[in-house]
């Protein structure tokens, strides 16, 4: 994935170190995430059939995924022949060069977006800026963000890290920069500030001519595309402006019209926690005399056929954006979003970044190690993506090197060079653990020591020290216990 | 592809999506690779009354109002929802609502592509039909037919007042929704009025879509 | 066919081997109590997690091997450790499959098919839930990821507990969560691991309880650490020292 990566990012445990000390963003993300677990945690199980679905969801990915383009020419097809023009880009920069330049045959200079991952993967907005042209976030949470001049830290929310009455100094002080200021006398009521954005948004809805989307789903027999949203922003650019360009992953695309009847009920519920979401918008090419008369559509790669090439970390191409991942990380919980380095932050970015990026700098390198392995991500993945294997998939890349394919060519990952001192040590506990006298040694030579029990250890052991005590080491390795009690006893 | 040099990157990408698909083996077809379907078709049994009642039920949890009459009391109720909000002008889409407003006391403004978003912004409501709506989910599916109108009348009046025919336009659940829609129409599917929970993952209704939302379930086919 | 006893291996891992030989100790006591004669390969080692865990699945390799090699021919493998067990049930199978050795596949799918974790064992294969235990004392339980999600213990610590003469059983709130050890983890990410663990040890904390149980002593070395650094009074222990305990223990 090319895109706009910050060079020098650092690497998640600089910046988690960083980001759990702050307690107001700790308290905020505590109480989102508690929030909407438990109201998942209910929408779920109003479906007796949840693991069927599930199961079902993880299938028609991996159908999809094994004959893509089949599905990506098929679609292609359907949206041109619906009216709708086809582009493809091979990374961020040709996705970026293809909207604007659309954008200029309109000769507009501003435009509205629909929340949109890709396009936040790709800095569009920066680019689009570069070519003198004014994105317009329209989604509540991305407004939040591009007012504070923040980065999105959330899948669904991406400005979760700001609490009310953060979200209403923001306002407050930036509404005026970008058009109609916030209503005098503000609260940080939660309806108050929807209201201040409704207010803010209109007069830019009324007036669109140009707007850019992305996508949750795209139909192949059908040429359909559908967007998921709650606020109705969406629909206004859907429909509204006169030229709709939408950006969308390839992986988006699923074989059927039926295949929806999957998704709609699962991404909602793991989602936002709702039996539906407000709205959703269903179109196919153009329509006479309603909505936009001029559809383009940019498929966009940027490491996902990178992705698609790696037999274990291709599931990671199933997602479908939900943020139940997010939600239920205890990492997460604590680090916050940015720590992620990524428009992807949570256990889904920690599999997915690393592999449309690569793993060759610190931050990427990284990521697959900011996980406990806990598990909990898996289980509530409505899509089944076994997260904890591609973790330790790609802890291997980066630990012992590899085959990876990047930028579609296969290459030979060498070990990474930051995990050195690691690899030596890996090698002489290993050898020990192969020699069962050596690892008695050892042992007797720790209860030996034990009356040496620091409080504090130096170097790399302080890791540990610096929060929690060391355990006692005992006078006795059981094996030696069992030596002593029942010896000879045994094999 | 026109526009851009997307000839050559349409086939690079197409080429790498091959490449990497090696391990898939060469006699597989896109159906091939199994997909289960031993999930529900529809979550429970229900009799058409009891469907009416789950979708009202769930509508309700989001905060739209719902109401229930017969096709006689129809107009009489569509009237009283208007004059409760002192709604003046209301656009009202080709069909069945031409019918159902034809007494009311309020300025009717037909849909026609010429009505801009500034003129649908000086409007109080707009009064609908729908193509189904979904009992288990709470949702409501417009595809622009009779009674419908395009997309925009119903997304930028603050008011939308959507009826709902309880004896054919009532399905349980969302599989049944899919196979009774025409993709290549556009589609709208409505659950509530607008809502957001960006922020604190709380929920609170009323952003960029109608703020109101009602939806009236008329008992008889006949209306 | 002969009945015969069943031949059970203890897989004592080697975390308790070395830091915590009192579980394994209480575990020989339990299951010689219940009747079930143990034996202790001594070729084990370690079963490889921290070298998997970590990127070295090549290192892993050889553990694999020989953690087979050492538990070949027995009925039972018992083992105090959800995340042991996990290992050896789960990610055994896919090291030996990419190794590519057909003979390894094989002799690992063979142990993992007969790993149990204790608690396994107890309510599934000796079919009990009441151990003849007594802790006369106030306990809470944290259900360990591996246990809780990978392996799927469900209740069955929780029945065995609830027969435990004397023991009150305190509710953990947000016990599901994660205490934040992750082997590796919590040295690699040592702040959030840090904040994870006080934010478990805190709940302990509060349940009142005086002992912390678990079917893990790393994940108990982890909270441990940080309870003894907070200050707290409520001392970790493994749930096969409490079930081993009997009223002739009782202090």
């Known amino acids: 994935m090319s895109g706009p990566v910050p060079l020098g990012m650092p690497a998640f445990p600089d910046a988690a170190a960083v980001s759990t000390r702050d307690a107001r963003l700790r308290a905020t993300l505590r109480h989102a995430t508690r929030t909407i677990r438990a109201k998942r945690g209910a929408a779920v199980a109003e479906l007796d059939d949840w693991r069927q679905l599930r199961a079902a969801a993880a299938a028609v990915k991996d159908r999809t995924l094994r004959h893509l383009d089949h599905h990506l020419v098929r679609l292609e097809e359907r949206v041109t022949a619906a009216g709708g023009t086809v582009h493809w880009a091979a990374d961020a920069d040709e996705a970026n060069r293809i909207v604007t330049a659309l954008v200029r045959e309109t000769g507009e200079r501003e435009v509205l977006k629909v929340k949109s991952m890709t396009t936040q993967e790709t800095g569009l907005n920066a680019a689009l800026a570069e070519a003198g042209v004014r994105a317009y976030e329209t989604d509540l949470a991305e407004l939040i963000v591009q007012l504070g001049d923040d980065l999105p830290s959330h899948l669904l929310v991406p400005a979760i890290h700001r609490g009310r009455s953060e979200i209403r100094g923001i306002f407050r002080d930036r509404m005026a920069d970008w058009g109609r200021p916030a209503p005098a006398g503000l609260t940080d009521r939660p309806a108050d500030l929807a209201e201040a954005a409704r207010l803010h948004l209109r007069e830019k809805f009324l007036r669109a001519r140009v707007a850019v989307s992305g996508a949750n789903f795209m139909v192949a027999e059908t040429g359909t595309l559908v967007v998921v949203e709650s606020e109705g922003n969406g629909r206004m650019c859907l429909t509204l402006p006169e030229t709709l360009i939408s950006v969308v992953g390839i992986e988006k695309v699923v074989p059927t019209w039926r295949d929806l009847e999957v998704y ?33 559509l940019v498929l966009l790669d940027n490491g996902r056929t990178d992705t698609l090439a790696d037999a274990v970390g291709r599931q990671v191409l199933r997602c479908i954006r939900c943020s139940a991942c997010l939600n239920v990380c205890p990492v997460y919980e604590r680090a916050g979003g940015h720590a992620y380095g990524s428009p992807y932050p949570g256990p889904i970015g920690a599999v997915l970044t690393p592999q449309l990026r690569g793993t060759a700098s610190a931050l990427e390198e990284s990521l697959p190690f900011a996980s406990s392995l806990c598990g909990a991500c898996y289980e509530v993945c409505p899509v089944a993506i076994d997260i904890p294997e591609v973790l330790l998939h790609l802890r291997e890349r980066v630990a012992e090197g590899g085959e990876a394919t990047v930028r579609g060519v296969r290459a030979v990952v060498r070990p990474a060079r930051r995990h050195a001192l690691e690899r030596g040590l890996m090698a002489a506990a290993g050898l020990t653990l192969q020699h069962p006298g050596a690892l008695r040694s050892g042992q007797r030579l720790a209860a030996r020591l034990r009356r040496l029990r620091p409080r504090r250890l130096p170097g790399p052991g302080r890791a540990w020290t610096d929060s929690r005590d060391l355990p006692e080491v005992p006078e006795e390795s059981f094996r030696d216990w069992w030596a002593r009690t029942r010896g000879g006893a045994s094999s | 592809m026109k526009g851009t040099d997307g000839g050559a990157s349409r086939a690079r990408i197409l080429a790498r999506v091959r490449r990497a698909l090696a391990d898939v083996p060469a006699h597989e077809r896109p159906r091939d690779h199994p997909v289960a379907r031993d999930y529900l078709r529809v979550h429970g049994r229900r009799s058409p009354a009891e469907s009416a009642a789950l979708l009202a039920a769930h509508l309700a949890d989001y905060r739209a109002r719902v109401h229930r009459c017969g096709a006689d009391g129809l107009p009489r109720l569509l009237r009283d929802l208007l004059a409760e909000r002192g709604a003046r002008r209301v656009v009202v889409p080709a069909g069945p609502p031409e019918e159902w407003l034809a007494g009311a006391p309020v300025e009717r403004v037909p849909d026609s592509p010429a009505l801009t978003p500034y003129d649908l912004d ?17 949702t409501l599916v417009l595809d622009g037919g009779p009674g419908q109108g395009r997309r925009r009348v119903t997304l930028v009046p603050d008011h939308h007042i959507c009826v709902v025919r309880t004896a054919d336009q009532i399905v349980d659940s969302v599989p049944q929704a899919l196979e009774r829609l025409d993709p290549l129409r556009p589609l709208t599917w409505v659950s509530g009025p607008s809502a957001t929970s960006d922020i604190e993952l709380d929920r609170v209704e009323g952003v960029h879509g109608p703020r109101l939302l009602d939806v009236v379930l008329v008992a008889d086919a006949a209306g | ?56 699945r090549r290192r892993a390799e050889p553990l694999v091997r020989r953690h087979a090699a050492a538990f070949r021919g027995y009925d039972h493998v018992v083992t105090p450790s959800g995340s042991c067990a996990a290992m050896v049930r789960e990610q055994h199978p896919r090291v030996a499959a990419r190794s590519g050795d057909d003979g390894l596949t094989a002799a690992v799918a063979e142990v993992a098919s007969r790993t149990y974790e204790l608690t396994e064992y107890l309510v599934d294969v000796l079919g009990v839930t009441d151990v003849g235990a007594h802790y006369p004392h106030t306990v809470t339980y944290h259900p360990t990821c591996h246990g809780l999600r990978t392996l799927g213990l469900g209740d069955r610590p929780r029945r065995l507990l ?34 994870m663990g006080r934010d478990k040890a805190r709940a302990v904390t509060a349940t009142g309880a005086r002992a912390l149980c678990a079917v893990d002593n790393s994940c108990l070395m982890h909270i441990g650490g940080v309870l003894t650094r907070q200050g707290s009074p409520v001392r970790p222990v493994h749930l096969a020292e409490i079930l081993a305990a009997t009223e002739g223990d009782a202090r």
């Not at chain 1, 918008?281 to 936009?292: E, V």
């Not at chain 3, 079930?36 to 997690?49: L, Y």
């Open chain 3, 1 to 56: 066919m002969v009945q015969r006893p069943p031949r059970v291996a203890l897989h004592i891992t080697c975390v308790n081997d070395t830091l915590y030989p009192r579980t394994g100790r209480a575990v020989v006591t339990l299951l010689e109590r219940l009747g079930v004669r143990v034996d202790f390969p001594m070729a084990q080692t370690c079963c490889g997690q921290p070298f998997l865990n970590s990127g070295y």
């Open chain 1, 264 to 296: 709609l009920q699962l991404l909602p519920r793991s989602s936002t926690a709702e039996r539906m979401n407000p709205y959703t918008s269903m179109w196919t090419g153009t329509t006479d005399g309603d909505g936009p008369r001029a559809f383009h």
């Open chain 2, 122 to 138: 000086a409007v109080d409501a707009v009064v609908t039909g729908c193509a189904l709506a979904i009992a288990e989910t709470g």
């Open chain 3, 162 to 195: 609830e027969h435990v003469k004397g023991l009150e059983l305190r509710e953990l709130p947000g016990a599901e969560e994660c205490c934040g050890f992750g082997g590796t983890f919590a040295v690699k990410n040592p702040a959030v691991s840090a904040a």
